[in-house]
């Protein structure tokens, strides 16, 4: 069952109970994840979920949310991808979902330009593309389907390591890929809004994990060997953040240098529970694979076009209106800590 659709303000602790039951790692040969293969020919309503990287926990819920809404549409539903993130092992798959005459095709893209050739590609092969967690520009798909605003990521993350590092020390952002959309774009409005709400707290570097838990954990540990006074590392991706726990928790750091960020309460879980973790945020990732999928099946039927103004709705997530720029947006950022994170089961 989802959890509560309930929103809270960044920096307050939900109390809700969820139970997600997360798929398991998809097919790395690109076939076929759940649900049928084939294309649309027939006039039926084929939906293709492309996330940046198969075998991540945070995009196995948001698969959870696709398939459940591709059934409750009454679509063939199928994932693909690489098992790296990078943009061209995304590129095959848009072509294929392409050559399949695949109604809609939902991705994360894992670089802003790389894969637009591929998706107009699409496009004018009659796939309607959406975009989730992570944009193209938007001149390359349809409609993106934004699990929070730069703002309010921005003002989780930067609230939650100024209260556990006392509101000053250095502290250094665990990124994902260098060239990541999302990433970037919540990176540099966390530093803005650092400096402009606690001027006593330095952010002295930006590393890059690629999303890959050996590398991020490495990265960990390089951030430590070079800032020796570090007090805090925030990681806007749940496999950084995860990471940067993991090392933590077993290092003379433990107690000394807070990790904070966006990460899953299953990944996060021991680190609270042990006290490696003070606090975390994300949205529902099950939720965001949901509203992608209704989205991308409310272009297909035509009910909406992309426009500004334009509603839809979502099944039990509700009605929602497309902004600016085809963007639709999911909600606030909940924040996980102890006294609650039992309750959550993704």
Do not use: H
């Amino acid at each position: 069952m989802k959890f509560s659709a309930m929103r809270v303000a960044a920096g307050v602790a939900v109390t809700a109970a969820a139970a997600l039951a997360l798929a398991g790692c998809a097919d790395t040969s690109g076939g076929s994840a759940g649900g049928e293969e084939g294309g649309s020919a027939s006039g039926d309503l084929s939906i293709t979920l492309l996330p940046k990287n198969l075998g991540n926990p945070y995009f196995d819920a948001s698969r959870v949310g696709a398939e459940a809404a591709s059934e409750d549409l009454g679509a063939s539903f199928e994932e693909v991808g690489p098992t790296e993130a990078t943009p061209d092992g995304q590129v095959s798959y848009i072509n294929t979902a392409a050559q399949q005459q695949r109604s809609a095709l939902v991705v994360s893209a894992n670089d802003p330009n790389a894969i637009c050739d591929a998706l107009n590609e699409a496009s004018e092969a009659g796939v309607k593309i959406v975009t989730f967690d992570s944009d193209t520009n938007a001149d390359c798909r349809d409609l993106f389907i934004n699990q929070a605003d730069a703002a309010g990521i921005a003002k989780v993350q930067g609230d939650l390591i100024a209260e556990q590092i006392g509101e000053e020390g250095q502290v250094a952002i665990l990124s994902a890929a260098a060239n990541a959309t999302n990433q970037n774009t919540w990176n540099e409005a966390f530093e803005t809004y650092v400096a402009d709400t606690y001027p006593d707290i330095e952010v002295v570097d930006t590393v890059y994990g690629d999303d890959d838990d050996q590398m991020s954990y490495d990265r960990t540990a390089a951030l430590l060997q070079t800032y020796p006074e570090l007090k805090g590392i925030v990681s806007p991706t749940t496999v950084g953040s995860a990471a940067a726990a993991r090392y933590i928790s077993t290092s003379d750091a433990k107690g000394e240098v807070a990790v904070t960020g966006l990460g899953t309460p299953n990944q996060m879980r021991e680190y609270v529970e042990d006290g490696t973790v003070e606090a975390f945020a994300l949205w529902n990732p099950e939720d965001l694979g949901t509203l992608a999928t209704y989205a991308a099946g409310a272009l297909v039927s035509g009910d909406i076009t992309g426009a500004e103004g334009d509603t839809f709705a979502a099944g039990d997530l509700g009605e929602f209106t497309v902004g600016a720029d085809g963007v639709v947006l999911l909600g606030d950022p909940f924040v996980f800590d102890a006294d609650n994170i039992g309750d959550f089961d993704f």
